[in-house]
């Protein structure tokens, strides 16, 4: 597993974030589908991301982007989109159920000792 690129509650602020930011565009410009894919996507392609999940990552971004692609430039999606669909569950269940265990308390004592290094380090910046 790569290295985590910031503490979690950064991470997920910084997502949603991205979330709120697409929804307006999506919304300003009267783009829902298959605009929504790109609202939703590319923030937990970020955020899968800077938890260094690299390989959930580009499986979200195949998934996402793929829908997107797919109804954008009316490729015949009778096929393309189920199978986009079934690789992104098949994934996330073989990975939760038979993947490696995470034990959430080390990650938990990680991620704050990361943000107290982090908030440290900004203390001293000031």
């Known amino acids: ?20 930011i697409g929804l307006a565009l999506v919304a300003y410009f009267k783009y829902w589908w298959p605009g929504i894919m790109l609202a939703v996507g590319i923030p937990i392609a970020v955020r899968q991301y800077l938890f260094g999940k690299i390989f959930d990552m580009i499986v979200s971004l195949v998934v996402f982007i793929g829908v997107f692609i797919t109804v954008q430039f009316q490729i015949k999606w009778d096929i393309i989109l189920p199978v986009l669909f079934t690789i992104g569950g098949l994934y996330i ?8 265990k995470e034990d959430p308390e080390v990650e ?19």
């Open 93 to 100: 269940f073989f990975k939760e159920f038979f993947g490696p």
């Open 1 to 20: 597993m790569a290295h985590q690129k910031m503490s979690r509650r950064k991470a997920h602020s910084l997502s949603f974030a991205m979330f709120l």
């Open 108 to 126: 938990d004592d990680e991620d704050q000792s990361h943000e107290i290094e982090e908030d440290e380090n900004e203390d001293t910046k000031h």
